[in-house]
């Protein structure tokens, strides 16, 4: 894409929802570089007219599990324990053609609702990047250390040849606690650190692990991990049943909250959003995976993350301008990127929703209509790293490849 | 629309979900005048290619106020009683022509995503009516006692003038027992008995509502209902808070349940979806108003349905099949009509959806993706009482009154 280098201008926007507290009328966004060079009246290079866009920072997914596209609608009315079993039982004899199949759709499906950056666990990390590469999105990706189905050790090896690029960064991936042996979590520990990745681990999601650290070692799932000897820095995601004094555990770590999947899973624990931000814990919104929530669209997410916390806690504290902070500044804080607001300096990921979808239109009322009311439907381009994406030319890439998904589905037992 | 009056054949649909049970492949759906005649391998009249599309049975909205448009994104982040207060604020001056313009988006964005039926609460019933001849969606609405609004006898004297027509079905609102006098109630009640109307109520919506009535008339809020004589086939609506023993006295009634507004508003309570279903009870599925849901969308509202009860009652019982059931043949039963299912002798009430939006496609997981993964995005055309709606035709008209009613409110002092 020509544009992508030199300066050009989002110009005359409707609005820019500079940040959940900002919204700038009828002004110009200039990008040069994949950086935003101005939120104002300047222009610069060539211009494209968004007198019918509402720009917003992009949206960051900070937790799924792309590749289970092909999984979606698989087993749904389960609670967690017997759901899992389901989806291992499939993963073991995933093909690896349509493994890679899924991300890829999963990807489009991503782009095509408005999220900017995915952060990954799963077994194809290199298909991941592959996307990251030919569709332009940001990830974040690792192979997954999971001792039921794959050798420590192998992890490990495929891990050291896994290699970053502007797009894509690797992350250790541990699946949870109960799932891998205490030496495992030492090998992976020790690799984050020594790989300087960043590692990411499902904890504290159901009362189930909680008994089974708190049999097995005398402690609660994060005050075990940061025992144990948890990397600086590390995402613990879900976090449903965490204990509220375990939350000043997470000062030097990140949080990421997924409220539909929570939900849906029945884990019927609720992460104390409200508190963990209150305590400086960083938090970002995950949609979990496909198979379990079963939509990809942040959208979705940002409301449903209101409305578990507001059911749950009795009382109307988080609001949308909470829900939004998690999908962008607190998603790119994760990221270790300077991103999530629409303001000079930071990264070029902005999503461009149809302004005539976001009614009644007041500046006062944007940021609820993005939260309560719309979904992926309203996005008409995206821009990631200063480069546009236009939703028509990811609906039709998507179209050809759910096809091929149909098929390579139906070609095997399962339903 | 020519089509209306003879016999035509949507031909070859790709799948039809028949009902949460049955789904059948490849078949054509024959309709005349307004019901289905046949499904399977029958044709007559005109033919409609069918190949690419999902045939669902219309979902109806058993709740909402559809006027409430003009107040969407303007008081969120609050819980029920002082967002009530905001509301009626704004409703004391709300402009007449404002209101039938907010009522006729709400009609254009209900089609739009799905619904092919709706009931509503509001002030303005012969919009809606207006609404249902010039869009051909099906409505049941009403004029509205709530004392601290109007004079109880100037609603009875509006609704004995309320008429309906095959589209449209008169109703008496009541908004709840906290907001009209006993005497009101009364009133209600026997204009709906001698009108043959059924009564909507909002009942048991709050712990403060239980409160009320305990503390006024020593009752339950469905138990003084009952003991006041509340006519037979009445709706009760919301029912976060009923007393497990109070669904007993449903037998004879219908519930309506609003998971996403409950949620929003922090009134804490879920109606007891699994325990009403297995005790006999009709259950029907609302958005509730665009101002405290936010959205209109029916697809949205029934994946809410399954999240808000598994995270409730810390169990799965509740499956995706539940929720369908609720939004479609529960819908119908509410309205008094044979529908809800796409099967010969029910009502021509029909949604179309992409069969590409909903991936991986296997009959098997049509319910989930309908349920658990899909909006109203993936609605294509609708066909109410055998009148085929075109989504395109809907989103053209919607555009131009969006404008409209955007500003129509930048000229309010209303942010």
């Known amino acids: 894409m020509g544009l992508q280098d030199k300066a050009y201008t989002l110009r005359n926007c409707k609005a820019v929802l500079v940040d959940s507290e900002t919204v700038k009328l009828n002004v110009n966004v200039v990008i040069e570089r994949g950086v935003i060079r101005a939120v104002g009246k300047e222009s610069e290079g060539d211009e494209i007219d968004c007198s019918g866009l509402v720009v917003l920072p992009g949206l960051v997914n900070a937790h799924t599990h792309s590749a289970m596209i092909a999984l979606r609608g698989y087993s749904d009315d389960k609670e967690l324990r017997q759901w899992l079993s389901d989806v291992w039982a499939f993963e073991r004899t995933f093909p690896r053609q349509l493994m890679k199949l899924s991300t890829e759709v999963a990807v489009l499906e991503m782009l095509e609702r408005g999220t900017t950056a995915f952060v990954d666990m799963y077994f194809n990390p290199e298909d991941v990047r592959e996307m990251t590469e030919k569709y332009g999105i940001r990830a974040q990706a690792g192979f997954t250390f999971l001792d039921s189905m794959f050798d420590p050790s192998e992890v490990e090896r495929l891990q050291r040849g896994l290699r970053g690029t502007e797009l894509f960064t690797p992350i250790i991936n541990v699946h949870s606690v109960y799932s891998v042996s205490r030496e495992t979590l030492k090998l992976a520990f020790e690799l984050s650190r020594e790989l300087n990745q960043r590692l990411q681990i499902h904890a504290s999601e159901t009362r189930g692990e909680v008994f089974y650290t708190k049999k097995n070692f005398g402690l609660f799932p994060v005050e075990f991990l940061i025992k144990e000897g948890l990397p600086e820095g590390s995402q613990l995601v879900h976090l449903g049943w965490i204990a509220s004094w375990e939350l000043d555990l997470l000062k030097n770590h990140h949080a990421t ?159």
Chains 1, 2 share one sequence.
């Open 257 to 415: 909250y997924c409220p539909t999947s929570s939900m849906k899973l029945a884990t019927a624990g609720a992460f104390p959003l409200y508190e963990a931000i209150r305590r400086g814990v960083n938090v970002s919104l995950g949609t979990d995976g496909p198979a379990s929530n079963n939509s990809l669209d942040m959208f979705r997410e940002m409301k449903n993350a209101v409305l578990q916390q507001r059911h749950n806690y009795w009382d109307a504290r988080v609001t949308a301008k909470d829900a939004f902070r998690s999908a962008t500044t607190g998603g790119y804080r994760l990221l270790g990127l300077k991103g999530g607001k629409v303001a000079q300096g930071y990264v070029a990921d902005l999503v461009l929703l149809d302004a005539d979808e976001l009614y009644p239109f007041s500046p006062e009322r944007l940021v609820s209509h993005v939260v309560y009311y719309t979904t992926g439907e309203a996005v008409k381009k995206l821009i990631v790293s200063g480069k546009i994406i236009e939703k028509e030319t990811i609906r039709r890439e998507k179209s050809r490849l759910v096809n091929e998904i149909n098929e390579s589905l139906s070609s095997l037992s399962y339903k």
